[in-house]
């Protein structure tokens, strides 16, 4: 089954604590994407990457960081510079060619303690 | 700057009757416009798009939506709404070049009354 997973569904922070949500994907996409949604908002930009070593920064880059070391990966750190990280956070890939046709994966929420 | 506005953040219709979720675009340029679905604490779907090729686009499970020029719309219609179709859905614009920087309007929840 080709698609996009990530873990956990569930995330708890304590203060001061940097988390990492897993995204992979199996569908050979160079193309990956992090949003943020919270609640009456659309999804926002966090960072991006369209080849292993290299990603850019979206729209609210500020207290997060990424890494692309494999096609397959993308995990997100949520670190404790960034001050309201209790959101829904989803991943995204798509073809290099097709970027407008992005395929999600089920989201993970984090909650701060 | 590109951006869309979604005109409700909830729309309440019975079933079978028709659903009518509305979207406003702001571009430079001849945008291409998407719909994509949100059910209940899961991914988002791609419901439909637009790329300059016919202004009417049909899409999955029935729906479709119109791309206005003179009126700078793009909503979302279906002739007859179904339980399953309640659910959160977004008007996304992609910013130009080839980054898929999608821009999200804020969404509309659809609730579905039987």
Redesign the interface.
Known sequence: DGGITQSPKYLFRKEGQNVTLSCEQNLNHDAMYWYRQDPGQGLRLIYYSQIVNDFQKGDIAEGYSVSREKKESFPLTVTSAQKNPTAFYLCASATLTGVETQYFGPGTRLLVL | AQSVTQLD?HVSVSEGTPVLLRCNYSSSYSP?L?WYVQHP??????LL?Y?SAATLVKGINGFEAEFKKSETSFHLTKPSAHMSDAAEY?C?V?LSG?????I????TTLQVKP
Do not use: A, D, P
């Open positions: 953040s291409s998407f604490n899961k991914g988002l779907q791609l798009k790329t977004f996304v992609i080839n980054t898929g920087k999608l999200f309007g804020q969404g």
